[in-house]
């Protein structure tokens, strides 16, 4: 069974400092690995989606690694601003499913 | 991109009633859609898988005859939480993705539905 895990659970920074989000899994037979938003009471907005194939993406400030043989993903958000203040999800496609961690609470600090 | 509509977004039932929750891909044909439940604070936990036109797959733990989940075309899924509790109050999300691994896509999600029983 794909067991995720995210790490800090929480992190409060500074405006403008970058963010680092770690996110590593159990097994490596995945499909792919996607980074998601999510904003109290609200749904999952997805913010990147990497292939398997794929060491990494970006979008804006935004960059996703991923090592699939170690097990990781990282997660950067460049120059930080209080609207990225948020909860953010790591999710493993796998056994045709999504398999989530726990999540990174993020405050971003004006 | 793909959106998924989910509604309602949220809904309060008396404890006993039956509630439906409807889960729309609106630009994509959503060969496989996902119902989640989160609790305060907590990660998302799947419930079931549903393929268009098969009966949904439910995880361990979950009752197939209390959360009723028909997925009856390529666009539309509903969750039905039949005789209500209060412990079933929670936030529900559905997923849909064109393909069961995702695909080029990835999953969308919709925006939940906070159902509160009282």
């Known amino acids: 069974k794909q067991e995720v895990t995210q790490i800090p659970a929480a992190l409060s920074v500074p405006e403008g400092e970058n963010l680092v989000l770690n996110c590593s899994f159990t097994?490596?037979?995945?499909?792919?690995l996607q980074w998601f938003r999510q904003d109290p009471g609200k749904g999952l907005t997805s913010l990147l989606l990497?292939?398997?194939?794929?060491r990494e993406q970006t979008s804006g400030r935004l960059n996703a690694s991923l090592d699939k043989s170690s097990g990781r993903s990282t997660l950067y958000i460049a120059a930080s601003q209080p609207g990225d203040s948020a909860t953010y999800l790591c999710?493993?496609?796998?056994?045709?499913?999504?398999?989530f961690g726990a999540g990174t609470t993020v405050t971003v600090r004006a | 991109g793909a959106v998924v509509s989910q509604h309602p977004s949220r809904v309060i039932c008396k404890s006993g009633t039956s509630v439906k929750i409807e889960c729309r891909s609106l630009d994509f044909q959503a060969t496989t859609m996902f119902w989640y439940r989160q609790f305060p604070k907590q990660s998302l936990m799947l419930m079931a898988t549903?393929?268009?036109?098969?009966?949904?797959?439910?995880e361990q733990g979950v009752e197939k005859d209390k959360f009723l989940i028909n997925h009856a075309s390529l666009t539309l899924s509903t969750l039905t939480v039949t005789s209500a509790h209060p412990e079933d109050s929670s936030f529900y999300i559905c997923?849909?993705?064109?393909?069961?691994?995702?695909?080029?896509?990835?999953?969308?999600f919709g925006s939940g539905t906070r159902l509160t029983v009282v």
């Open positions: 999710a493993v496609g796998d056994d045709y499913k999504l398999s």
């Open positions: 097994d490596s037979a995945i499909y792919n």
């Open positions: 990497i292939q398997s194939s794929q």
């Open positions: 997923s849909a993705t064109r393909t069961g691994t995702g695909g080029s896509d990835g999953y969308t």
């Open positions: 549903s393929n268009e036109g098969s009966k949904a797959t439910y």
